[in-house]
């Protein structure tokens, strides 16, 4: 591949990796009141066997490079989904894998990484986007990028596939933003098939950097010490990469923010009402559409539940206080 990704791509990646990701379903969230003019649907990601959508852009990757990583190994760098998913394929594969995590990730997820068999390097969250490819230079390990790789964006438009065959009168898809590979992915599967949904990107307010990227039109980086105030560990990326960012530019209707109250709001809802276990980062989606409604189109809105990896402390905490 080269340039945009292409929907030619991502039914390509359908078609590779359809035996290993789930076909997740579309849950309708039926409580009252909703306003019967703007349904909500819940595309439920968390439901992967590894919990999150990631495994379907980093199979598609490892897919494509599985030679050289049978030979060399694979190495990555991630918060948590992208490593659970990374290391659940290394060992269905009997692949080697090395993943970078930055030592602020939950406990629970660099438990589960090492589980699953991975040797995982800690850093400081500085060093997270960079440690990765210092060892694939010093090893040889083939580099599966959690966000910025044609590969990997072509794998998590499936998910867009998806929403339009299970919802075909969908007007509005709503994405949670981190490097951007998810609503790249997304919104170029929707957009060439039925450009007029609209496809909405959100992200938490403490770390809105693609939420400025997208208004000044120019590619913005915040400080990790900004973005990583936010509950929403998944969602801590200081910039949304170079790829995706060209996706976005082309075929992203919006980018909003949610608060971390109306975060932790949604992650309640979806357990009690929906009965949906969410992390943080799988909420705001879902957040957009229970605290800022009146910005959504009329008709259906399906909001991506993208990982239901939550520290189970945190969990209990949320739903203790609210």
């Not at 495994?55 to 992208?82: D, T």
């Not at 949904?197 to 915040?222: H, K, M, N, Q």
Request: glycine share 8%; net charge negative.
């Amino acid at each position: 591949m080269s340039g945009l990704v292409t929907l030619t791509d991502i039914e390509a990646a359908r078609d590779r990796c359809k035996e290993v990701f789930f076909r997740t379903p579309l849950v309708p969230f039926l409580p009252d009141p909703i306003p019967q003019s703007k349904r909500l649907m819940l595309k439920a990601e968390s439901l992967q066997p590894t919990g999150a959508f990631k495994l379907r852009g980093a199979f598609n990757k490892i897919a494509l490079s599985l030679p050289q990583a049978r030979e060399h190994g694979i190495v990555a760098h991630s918060s948590g989904n992208h490593a659970r998913a990374v290391a659940w394929i290394a060992r269905s594969l009997d692949l080697k894998a090395v993943i970078v995590m930055p030592d602020t990730t939950p406990d629970a997820k660099v438990a589960a990484t090492l589980a699953l068999g991975a040797e995982v390097v800690m850093v400081t969250p500085d060093e997270r986007d960079t440690r990765a490819f210092e060892l694939a230079a010093e090893h040889g390990y083939v580099p599966i990028p959690p966000y910025d790789d044609e590969s990997i964006i072509a794998g998590q438009g499936t998910v867009g596939l998806e929403i339009l065959e299970d919802a075909p009168g969908v007007s509005t898809v709503v994405v949670p933003v981190s490097g951007g590979g998810l609503i790249a992915g997304i919104s170029t599967a929707i957009k060439s098939v039925s450009p007029h949904v609209r496809v909405i990107g959100v992200e938490p307010s403490l770390a809105a950097d693609a939420r400025e990227s997208f208004t000044t039109g120019v590619r913005t980086a915040w400080e990790a010490s900004h973005t990583y105030r936010t509950i929403a560990d998944g969602l801590r990326t200081t910039c949304v990469g170079e790829l995706p960012w060209r996706q976005i530019q082309k075929y992203v209707d919006d980018i909003i923010t949610v608060s971390e109250d109306e975060i932790r709001d949604s992650v309640r809802r979806l357990a009690l009402e929906a009965r949906l276990v969410a992390e943080p980062s799988g909420a705001v989606a879902a957040a957009a559409y229970f605290h800022h409604a009146d910005g959504l189109a009329e008709g259906t809105t399906v909001a991506v539940v993208s990982g239901g990896n939550v520290d189970p402390s945190l969990f209990v905490d949320i739903l203790s206080n609210g």
